[in-house]
């Protein structure tokens, strides 16, 4: 292997992990908050069609992109009134919306453009365009720095440079701020937060709808970023990766993006290379496939550091009387 | 005393909950302009209009059952088994290796063991979650979705490097020797001299998840192993008080669940295709699901609830025909208000009808 094809591997691990970090941080808030949340894979999907349908009716990206984070939102709002208003089995909510994404998408996509489910191939100013940092071309002949900076750091679009500086307003919003104090207490014990009279569903309806609106940008990066258009399901799983490297980081967002990162990197060798020869034992790509799922098990299983997570996940809060 | 009548709680609110994901339904299929209700007749005559519909309809219904009994008995544990998915495509990976290891003179005989084959295999690939849940408190829910991702890899892998038929392109196992054929509905329509549609892939395995469902019920309310299960299900520090350990409830439980997963290899693998391919379960494990929250765990509801998703993809699949306007994956959102209605949003119903119960009762005191 080449300097050049490992820049280009890396290029793509940095663009195959964006939906699954910003699908990751959703989640995050979420769980945080004490509130599961498995169906990020569904709002994943209704994002990445809303954005690409919007942004082809309107021809611009930034319309589809609020179109996209709309969709997503709405699908956490009926996760929220299920699953803190009417305190139903959150568990069972997410896989209600993912069923609900998966089927909608392609029912509303075919009477819409009567391909199939898909949409039409987005141009020009109805999708984003790679981005070229400053001095990218300048810096390109300095060695080693140069190529890395130009082919793994510049020439991605705006999404990408988003989900980046994400984790840090993520990190900063739960470790540094008021809000975030709370928004972790009602996830670890929400009779403290009631206690000292923080609205308890108050605080989770705003984690669950921080999950829509960043579940909402992975969407819209997948059909107008990564791609140039919806196809059928192909969110393809991506939901439940981000779900393990939640798992995998802890419920940590700089962990996040470490885990989202090596997953990116499975993704991008998986393109890449059809058979991966380790010390001569060829490695069938099914593997590579499935590595992510088989490291969540081994991580839950305590094997590798023991991943907890936070103490009032899944149960619905009931005041007392 | 607010406790509702019976019926009440295990037919009026399924039914208006169920009424109420159509009703939803509906709406889509008039945002798509199209008339819901052209669309409901054309759904339930294509589903139970023809014997050739019946035969898809019971088919459909027959992996319904076994996946909806499979998550209704962890249910009964309260340990929410999402892996029926990943459980039925190993089950029919064993049910598929049963198959082919002997040339079977008669299915009479190929029958029981491929039953052993793909339950044994259902059961294994259960029972990893469940050991991580019991002994290292890894969440089950995650583990299980894990799990029916790595199945779907394992199985890819095998039909492509190892079980392959010589000399083809296809991801697919060889057919099974003729003696593993199990007798479709139109053989056993002919035995008592009756007709049904040829085409149709419903088989004798019918019978066998009605087998289960009654197993089922004997198990979890005539047993003290069900016993147990239940118990446990209500809460587990009183099971353990109780001298009920709750390692052994938990496998035992998953294990049983996976078997039953399982099982609805004999009816898609064996039954219908007669050979193994890549996605032998189509998402009957997640319908299963939607089967166990409208069955309300029971074997009678799971049985019930299995009959209307078989209808309901049955008569999806027709629906695109009849109006190509309307997609087949119509089916999912209506399986998706299902399970919210029936699942997430049961309260939202329970807690009016209860209230006014409540208040009829009160005026009649």
Redo the contacts between chains.
């Keep these: 292997m080449d300097l050049n094809t490992i820049l280009q591997i890396l290029d793509s691990t940095l663009r195959l992990a964006t939906p699954l970090l910003f699908a990751c941080l959703a989640g995050l808030f979420s769980e945080r908050a004490g509130v599961f949340d498995?169906g990020l894979e569904g709002k994943m999907l209704a994002a990445a069609f809303m954005a690409a349908s919007v942004a082809y009716f309107s021809g611009s990206v930034w319309i589809g992109l609020l179109g996209g984070v709309a969709a997503s939102m709405t699908l956490a709002l009926?996760h929220g009134?299920?699953?803190i208003t009417?305190?139903?089995?959150?568990?069972?909510?997410g896989?209600?919306?993912?069923?609900?994404?998966?089927?909608?998408t392609?029912?509303?996509g075919?009477?819409w453009f009567e391909m199939g489910?898909r949409t039409p191939a987005l141009e020009g100013p109805a999708r984003f365009q790679d981005i070229v940092l400053p001095f990218a071309g300048t810096l390109r002949d300095v060695p080693l720095i140069g190529p890395i900076y130009f082919e793994v750091i510049s020439g991605h679009t705006i999404l990408v440079y988003v989900g980046l500086l994400a984790v840090l307003v993520t990190w900063w919003v739960l470790f540094r701020t008021r809000f975030g104090l709370r928004l972790r207490a009602v996830g670890e014990n929400p009779e403290s937060v009631d206690t000292a009279g923080v609205s308890v569903v108050g605080l989770r309806y705003t984690a669950v709808l921080i999950c829509g609106f960043l579940c909402g940008l992975a969407g819209v990066f997948l059909s107008t970023g990564l791609t140039a258009g919806f196809t059928n399901n192909m969110s393809a799983?991506r939901g439940?990766i981000a779900?393990?490297a939640l798992?995998f980081a802890k419920w940590r967002p700089a962990y996040a993006l470490m885990a989202c990162l090596l997953f990116g990197l499975l993704g991008a060798l998986e393109n890449r290379f059809q058979n991966i020869d380790v010390f001569g034992i060829p490695i069938?790509t099914?593997?590579m496939?499935?590595l992510p799922?088989?490291l969540?098990?081994v991580i839950?299983?305590?094997f590798v550091g023991k991943a907890v997570?936070p103490r009032a996940g899944g149960e619905p809060y009931v005041k007392e009387r | 005393m607010n406790k509702l009548p019976k019926w009440v709680d295990i037919a009026l609110i399924p039914f208006i909950n169920l009424v109420l994901a159509l009703v939803v339904s509906g709406l889509v299929v008039l945002f798509i302009g199209e008339s819901p209700f052209e669309a409901l007749s054309i759904m339930v005559n294509g589903a139970v209009g023809s014997s050739y519909g019946w035969g898809y309809t019971l088919y459909y219904a027959t992996n319904f059952i076994f996946t909806g009994l499979a998550v209704s008995v962890a249910f009964q544990a309260r340990l929410f088994n999402i892996g029926g998915e990943g459980q039925a495509l190993i089950g029919g990976l064993g049910v598929a290796l049963t198959c082919l290891a002997v040339p079977w003179p008669h299915w009479s005989l190929a029958l029981p063991f491929a039953i052993l084959g793909g339950a044994a295999f259902g059961a294994a690939w259960a029972a990893i979650p469940a050991y991580l849940q019991a002994k290292r408190g890894s969440h089950i829910v995650i583990t299980t979705i894990m799990f029916n991702y790595i199945a779907a890899t394992l199985l890819v892998y095998l039909l492509v490097n190892v079980l392959k038929k010589k000399g083809s392109m296809a991801p697919e196992t060889a057919r099974f020797p003729e003696g593993a054929f199990l007798p479709s509905a139109y053989d056993m329509a002919g035995w008592i001299g009756l007709k049904f549609s040829k085409s149709a892939p419903l088989n004798i395995t019918f019978f066998i998840a009605l087998i289960c469902c009654v197993l089922v019920y004997l198990l979890i309310w005539r047993t003290r192993l069900g016993y147990q299960i239940r118990a446990f299900g209500h809460s587990e520090p009183a099971a353990r008080y109780a001298g009920i350990p709750p390692v052994r409830i938990t496998m035992i439980t998953m294990m049983i669940s996976g078997a039953l997963a399982g099982l609805m290899g004999i009816n898609a693998v064996m039954g219908e295709a007669e050979r193994l391919v890549i996605d032998s379960v189509q998402g009957a494990g997640f319908v299963g699901i939607a089967v166990a929250l409208m069955g309300r765990s029971h074997p009678a509801g799971v049985l019930v609830a299995g009959l209307l998703f078989g209808m309901l993809y049955q008569g999806g699949g027709e629906l695109e025909f009849e109006i190509p306007a309307v997609s087949r994956d119509m089916i999912l959102v209506i399986q998706g208000l299902v399970i919210l209605f029936t699942g997430a949003l049961d309260n939202m119903i329970r807690m009016p009808v209860e209230r006014l119960f409540l208040r009829l009762r009160k005026g009649a005191a």
């Design positions: 498995i009926v009134v299920a699953s009417f305190r139903g089995n959150q568990l069972i909510s896989v209600a919306i993912n069923f609900l994404a998966a089927g909608i392609v029912v509303v075919k009477d489910g799983g439940f779900l393990a798992i069938p099914q593997f496939q499935a799922y088989i969540t098990v839950l299983a305590g997570p």
